[in-house]
T-cell receptor
Framework: SQQGEEDPQALSIQEGENATMNCSYK?????LQWYRQNSGRGLVHLIL?????REKHSGRLRVTLDTSKKSSSLLITASRAADTASYFC????????????FGQGTRLTINP | DGGITQSPKYLFRKEGQNVTLSCEQN?????MYWYRQDPGQGLRLIYY???????QKGDIAEGYSVSREKKESFPLTVTSAQKNPTAFYLC????????????FGPGTRLTVT
């Protein structure tokens, strides 16, 4: 079952610009996480936002969560070439299972 | 990639052979997970283990088996019953089953011909 879906599937911007990725999900959640994956590598945890939080910041990352719309966004400000990667949202199922369900990801390319 | 190692990075097998993928962590984490990733896709959960000597099927367990005899080790066997085993396999761990943040290994790319 596909809980989280990212949008867009691919995004290409110039270095220095801001990048925004969106994630929509279907059922209620306890929290939502964003992960980054460089090509052919494992995932790296970026940020976790709880269902009672609306916005969270970490360095150049800003995550928002709108539980009424069942959506989240990840904003990367002042993008760098090193930000080129795939970004995934992951949600838990608020049914006590505590398993993460990953979306298909947004492939971000930062052009120098 | 934290304190999780997966070996080998690339693995090639002939169809009909079982193959075991290694996953070791030195983070003292209780929970461990195996995911499968196909090109351009997200991760799908194969098996997970909340604690040593315990494991549960995930969403796509058919054709796979695991063991969790030691806290630091969670090997995955891809059996000949798995109809489409070629994929990128990722192992992860978390402090406990109630901890949401997962730490991932570098992955093993399995090619079966």
């Amino acid at each position: 079952s596909q809980q989280g879906e990212e949008d867009p599937q691919a995004l290409s911007i110039q270095e220095g610009e801001n990048a925004t990725m969106n994630c929509s999900y279907k059922t209620s959640i306890n929290n939502l996480q964003w992960y980054r994956q460089n090509s052919g590598r494992g995932l790296v945890h970026l940020i976790l936002i709880r269902s009672n939080e609306r916005e969270k910041h970490s360095g150049r990352l800003r995550v928002t969560l709108d539980t009424s719309k069942k959506s989240s966004s990840l904003l990367i400000t002042a993008s760098r070439a090193a930000d080129t990667a795939s970004y995934f949202c992951a949600t838990d199922l608020d049914q006590g299972a505590q398993k993460l369900v990953f979306g298909q990801g947004t492939r971000l390319t930062i052009n120098p | 990639d934290g304190g999780i190692t997966q070996s080998p990075k690339y693995l090639f097998r002939k169809e009909g052979q079982n193959v075991t993928l290694s996953c070791e962590q030195n983070l003292n984490h209780d929970a461990m997970y195996w995911y499968r990733q196909d090109p351009g896709q997200g991760l799908r959960l194969i098996y997970y283990s909340q604690i040593v000597n315990d494991f549960q099927k995930g969403d796509i367990a058919e054709g796979y088996s695991v063991s969790r005899e030691k806290k630091e080790s969670f090997p995955l066997t891809v059996t000949s019953a798995q109809k489409n085993p070629t994929a990128f396999y990722l192992c992860a761990s978390s402090i406990s089953w109630s901890s949401y943040e997962q730490y991932f290994g570098p992955g093993t790319r399995l090619t079966v011909t």
